[in-house]
């Protein structure tokens, strides 16, 4: 199967189910919605962390992510109300190809937010000509990090306020 044979992940309205906010909730709504019935890689059935994790790991034709991994992001929060468990953003980033969505589905709204304010705050310092070129090492597919964004628009109004600034 294609990634252009799956279904597109969508929550129908409010009528038919909430909308998931975990990442525990995201992914056991991909695990029931992001392929067409009866074409999921692990069968009719709901797959076992470990059943997923053998599904990403071939999808990717390496060890992408653990079955342990999987279990602690289906266990949501732990007993000792610690926050759920979140892995790296690799393995995010993995699992996401894997279901065809952006790594953003896995991250909260308010994330999100922030990261789009930063990136049109950013864009707008371009578009002024605050910004000449930008040299970035270590940026993922997701683009810069919001925290990276904020930290920019921190420099560029620094230097668009110096009195001394070259014009």
Request: hydrophobic content about 40%; charged content about 25%; proline content about 10%.
């Amino acid at each position: 199967m294609t990634m252009a044979d799956r279904a597109t992940p969508t929550v129908q309205g409010p009528e038919d189910e909430t909308a998931p906010q975990t990442v525990r909730e995201k992914l056991e709504w991909l695990i029931r919605h992001a392929f067409p019935p009866g074409e999921a890689p692990w069968g009719p059935h709901v797959p076992s962390s470990r059943d997923l994790a053998a599904a990403i790991n071939d999808f990717h034709g390496r060890t992408a992510v653990s079955h342990p991994t999987i279990s602690k992001m289906r266990g949501g929060q732990d007993p000792d109300n610690a926050p759920e468990y979140v892995p790296g953003d690799k393995i995010m980033e993995d699992i996401a190809q894997f279901f065809d969505v952006d790594p953003l589905f896995f991250q909260p709204r308010h994330e999100v937010v922030n990261k789009v304010i930063e990136t049109l705050k950013f864009l707008t310092a371009v578009h002024r000509g605050d910004v000449d070129g930008l040299a970035a090492r270590g940026v993922t597919d997701e683009g810069m990090s919001a925290e990276l964004l904020a930290y920019l628009n921190e420099i560029t109004a620094e230097f668009s306020q110096d009195p001394l600034a070259p014009e």
